[in-house]
């Protein structure tokens, strides 16, 4: 199969009112916005009919967190394999904004790569396919032959843990820390 993006914005990548930004305690100047409301229309209408179309396997926006936190709660889904993820069609050259910026968009998994090509390009939206899933149990980010990777076990722990914080904070009975030891042996089973 294959991973695309799609930017719903075609705005600058801009890091103003991120999470990132907020985790550095700050909130920035610039923040993104979407460029072309009829066009964030036509890109939304046309991921709804690839959805109707069964052409889409999974996806994800890209919202708080950014590209990043998108294709790694995209692999906590399940347990096993990640990604391999090419960021060389990217103008932006800044790894940084690329990876965090809250841009307007989604990422899809598809496995009908040209019919999915075609009906987009029919539709006039822009797309760029990003990379694939892989066997190993990581994100492997590349942009100009510099190699990124980020655990995602790892990176789940971590992103519970916040949860996991709010959860002791709320509940006085001691389950939470009993809910946070057990979370990795809940697989996800859909039906």
Same mark, same amino acid.
């Given at each position: 199969?294959?991973?695309?993006?799609?930017?719903?914005?075609?705005?600058?990548?801009?890091?103003?009112?991120?999470?990132?930004?907020?985790?550095? +305690? %700050?909130?920035?100047?610039?923040?993104?916005?979407?460029?072309?409301?009829?066009?964030?229309?036509?890109?939304?209408?046309?991921?709804?009919?690839?959805?109707? %179309?069964?052409?889409?396997?999974?996806?994800?926006?890209?919202?708080?967190? $950014?590209?990043?936190?998108?294709?790694?709660?995209?692999?906590?889904? +399940?347990?096993?394999?990640? =990604?391999?993820?090419?960021?060389? %069609?990217?103008?932006?050259?800044?790894?940084?904004?690329?990876?965090? /910026?809250?841009?307007?968009?989604?990422?899809?998994?598809?496995?009908?790569?040209?019919?999915?090509?075609?009906?987009?390009?029919? /539709?006039?939206?822009?797309?760029? =396919?990003?990379?694939?899933?892989?066997?190993?149990?990581?994100?492997?980010?590349?942009?100009?032959?510099?190699?990124?990777?980020? $655990?995602?076990?790892?990176?789940?722990?971590?992103?519970?843990?916040?949860?996991?914080?709010?959860?002791?904070?709320?509940?006085?009975?001691?389950? /939470?820390?009993?809910?946070?030891?057990?979370?990795?042996?809940?697989?996800?089973?859909?039906?």
């Amino acid at each position: 199969t294959y991973i695309y993006h799609i930017d719903f914005s075609f705005d600058n990548l801009k890091l103003g009112g991120s999470a990132f930004a907020q985790s550095l +305690n %700050k909130i920035g100047e610039e923040v993104p916005t979407v460029k072309n409301a009829e066009y964030f229309r036509d890109a939304f209408l046309a991921v709804q009919e690839l959805i109707e %179309k069964g052409l889409i396997l999974a996806g994800h926006d890209i919202s708080g967190g $950014g590209l990043i936190t998108t294709l790694l709660e995209m692999c906590f889904a +399940n347990m096993e394999g990640g =990604m391999e993820i090419t960021f060389d %069609k990217v103008k932006e050259k800044d790894i940084v904004k690329i990876l965090f /910026a809250e841009n307007p968009g989604i990422v899809i998994q598809v496995k009908n790569k040209a019919e999915v090509e075609q009906f987009l390009e029919d /539709a006039g939206i822009g797309f760029a =396919m990003i990379g694939r899933p892989t066997d190993e149990r990581h994100i492997l980010v590349i942009k100009e032959g510099i190699t990124y990777q980020f $655990g995602i076990d790892h990176m789940r722990d971590v992103w519970y843990s916040s949860s996991y914080l709010l959860d002791r904070k709320q509940s006085f009975n001691g389950c /939470a820390q009993k809910r946070f030891e057990n979370y990795k042996m809940q697989p996800l089973e859909f039906a």
